[in-house]
């Protein structure tokens, strides 16, 4: 599932075997990996967006978070495989895999 995302981090972040359990879900330009398939979507890991000038950040956002908690940038002006490499060290313990349908739980603070 590339259509709406870029092929070059789409491949990077599949070349990170503790990616590939997550949901793909590139949007606007940004690059998701999702717990769930449907909504209402979880997001565990960072994801990738675009930093303007052919590059990538790695982005922390969680699902449930307060929007008075702004995301924390990770890593900023990154090539693909760097930012996939950022992701796959940031998947929190016991995350994954993704299931089929929309997350089941309350969003835990985090």
Partial sequence: MIRL???EVAEALYTQPALRVFFP???HGEFSLLSSTKDPFYEEVPRVVPSGDGLWNVVLHWSGWSPQIPSRVLGSHLSAR???AL???NVPPGSGPAIEGGWPHPAPDR
């Fill in 5 to 7: 995302g870029n092929a």
């Fill in 25 to 27: 879900f590139p949007s």
């Fill in 82 to 84: 760097e930012a996939a």
């Fill in 87 to 89: 992701v796959a060290a």
